[in-house]
């Protein structure tokens, strides 16, 4: 199917683009009171993530209430540990959380590499729908976690602001952290085939807890698994989003992957220089900067927007939207965008 708005596409692989494209970073939430409407009518973010009808309706929302140029489809990063065999709940007010977690091998055995079609099979349905009923409109991107985020979430059972045991487990067991690493790994190649299968036109990795790690570290549990699933994933463009991996911007330089995200602690000007000219940077106002009245928000956005003047540049916040932000505010972030020269 022909794409009528592929400026995101176009962007991504570095080609001329009209204006610069614009999506945001969990657009598909809280932020939208048609979206808890929705989320309202089933018993609670699993379900609705389960059950692809309305997880294709939540995506298209921001589409067609923010103006944004892709949609990004309604999933979140841990349900590759579900499909592992390592199910999760989503806790009111608190976050994930794992009945189970790994700590031992004889956890590990418990465990599979998933299959993405068949494990996966909500998501790819949501896919499926969601790509029927855009009808071409904007394209659809598809996500996972990165091995290292997902392995933090295994290891440590839910959030936290250290993850010390997922972080004790790299030095006590490294060997065992490794074979973890590579299941995810697996899993999360079988899965982004899949989604593109069914129609993702682009896919980004979330390495939403790349900054707790130190460099040394980040080569050696994080980056080589990106490297192999950017490696294996060659049918759409990719985007890498590490948040916090300012250590590592020379080494993404050299990722098979077309857009780096850079979250809003990275300075913008260095970014580039860092990472060359061969890639699109992707982000990266502070999120926070929503909070402002609109001419904050415009005053913020056209700055950002002029420090990527000129270079290849997907327009986002440097992480995702805050749930209490007002949907007008992020309008003004959008339209300031569209109609930046
Ligand atoms: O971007 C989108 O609009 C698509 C949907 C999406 C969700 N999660 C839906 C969601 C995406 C891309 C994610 C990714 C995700 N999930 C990440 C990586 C991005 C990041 O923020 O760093 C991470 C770390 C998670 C794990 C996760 N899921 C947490 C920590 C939480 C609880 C905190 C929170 O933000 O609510 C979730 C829940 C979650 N995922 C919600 C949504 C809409 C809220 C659930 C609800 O509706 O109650």
Request: net charge neutral; aromatic share 8%; charged share 25%.
């Amino acid at each position: 199917m022909q794409i009528q708005n592929d400026l995101l596409l176009r962007a991504a692989k570095g080609e001329k683009v009209e204006r610069t494209p614009v999506w945001l970073m969990r657009q598909a939430g809280r932020i939208l009171p048609e979206y808890r409407a929705v989320r309202e009518s089933v018993s609670g973010f699993i379900e609705l993530a389960q059950t692809p009808e309305l997880a294709a309706e939540v995506t298209i929302q921001p589409v067609d209430l923010l103006g944004v140029d892709a949609a990004i489809i309604f999933s979140d990063i841990l349900v590759i540990p579900e499909a592992m065999g390592l199910p999760y709940e989503m806790v009111e007010k608190r976050g994930p959380w794992f009945p189970n977690t790994v700590s031992s091998a004889s956890d590990l055995q418990k465990l599979r590499v998933a299959d993405g079609a068949n494990d996966l099979s909500y998501v790819i349905k949501a896919i499926e729908i969601t790509k029927k009923e855009l009808n071409g409109r904007v394209p659809l991107i598809g996500f996972a976690g990165a091995p290292w985020t997902i392995f933090a979430y295994m290891v440590e059972g839910s959030g936290s602001k250290t993850f010390s045991k997922a972080r004790a487990m790299l030095y006590t067991e490294p060997k065992l952290s490794h074979l973890l690493l590579q299941m995810i790994t697996d899993s999360t190649i079988n899965y982004l085939k899949a989604q593109i299968q069914a129609g993702a036109d682009l896919v980004q990795i979330f390495d939403s807890w790349a900054g707790i790690l130190g460099p040394e570290q980040y080569e050696e549990f994080s980056l080589r698994y990106i490297r192999q699933i950017c490696d294996a994933v060659n049918e759409v463009p990719k985007t890498v989003f590490a948040k916090g991996a300012f250590f590592a911007r020379e080494a993404m330089r050299k990722l098979n992957c077309e857009t780096i995200g850079l979250d809003w602690n990275m300075g913008i000007s260095e970014s580039r220089k860092m990472i060359g000219e061969n890639k699109t940077l992707q982000g990266n106002l502070d999120p926070a900067a929503l909070y402002g009245n609109p001419d904050q928000v415009r005053t913020a956005t056209i700055q950002m927007m002029e420090q990527f003047k000129g270079s290849r540049h997907i327009a986002n916040l440097g992480h995702g939207v805050y749930p209490d932000i007002d949907p007008d505010m992020v309008k003004v972030f959008i339209q300031t965008v569209k109609s930046f020269k």
